[in-house]
Each structure stands twice: as C-alpha cells, then as structure tokens.
C-alpha cells in the first residue's frame, strides 16, 4: 500500500463514519418511515442493461445485488436505516429479508418491485 492510498482509505473511513452519525439521527425521523427501498437481484434485470430500466420508475431507494452477501448488506443497511418499506425481489434478496428479520415485501419481479412503492392516492 502506498502512503497516498492508505491516507485516501482513512479519509473514506472518516466520511463514512461522519455520514452514519448523521443517517442515523435522520433515521427515526417521520421522513424515515415513508421512504421506500428495493433489493432486486441483479440476475433478474432486463436484458443487458446494468440497471433494469424499469427501476427508474421506482418511488424508493434501489440496490441490484449480485451475491448473496451483496444482499445481505443491503437488508441489513435498508432495516438499521428504519425504512418504512423495504421490497424484496429474487432468492438472494429474499433469503436476506429472512435472515435479518425484518418486515418485507417479497413481490416476483422488478415489475412488481416498482408497483409496491408507488405512492396510492
């Protein structure tokens, strides 16, 4: 490791951390249960685009895990950030939601996906 990439790794770490104290105050905020989040599995996407174009109509944050680990995380991140709504689409993702037991909506596809955070009304 040279010295400039290990006082580049402290200066991330640092804002990471700087950014979780404050994602964490903001998480039990009313504004933190309405929002919404996707965990799609990556293998379910549409044709080779790298995100699936459909998501681009998604009223909520997205995450396209390609590991069950990637999924995992994003659960895990998703539930300590207090979402009010957090939609589970493929194995990986599902298999996470049922790890971390949190409350999820487990839909078939990323068509579904993004019909669970449309807002009603």
């Known amino acids: 490791m040279t ?5 580049t790794s402290l200066l991330v ?3 990471l951390a700087a950014g979780g104290a404050v994602g964490s105050a ?7 249960a309405r929002r919404a989040a996707i965990v799609v599995d990556a293998s379910l996407r549409s044709g080779r685009a790298l ?8 009223h909520a944050d997205v995450r ?3 590991t069950a ?25 599902t298999a996470a939601a ?6 999820v909506r487990r839909v ?12 009603h009304g």
């Open 51 to 58: 995100v699936d174009p459909r998501l681009a109509a998604a």
């Open 69 to 93: 680990s990637e999924a995992s995380a994003d659960v895990r991140y998703f539930a300590a950030r207090a979402y009010g709504l957090v939609v589970v689409a493929g194995p990986m993702a």
């Open 108 to 119: 078939p596809g990323v068509a579904a996906a993004v019909a669970a955070t449309r807002p």
């Open 13 to 15: 770490a640092g804002a």
């Open 3 to 7: 010295p400039g990439t290990g006082l």
């Open 64 to 66: 396209l895990p390609r």
């Open 26 to 32: 903001v998480s039990d905020s009313p504004a933190a």
């Open 98 to 103: 049922r790890r971390v037991d949190i409350p």
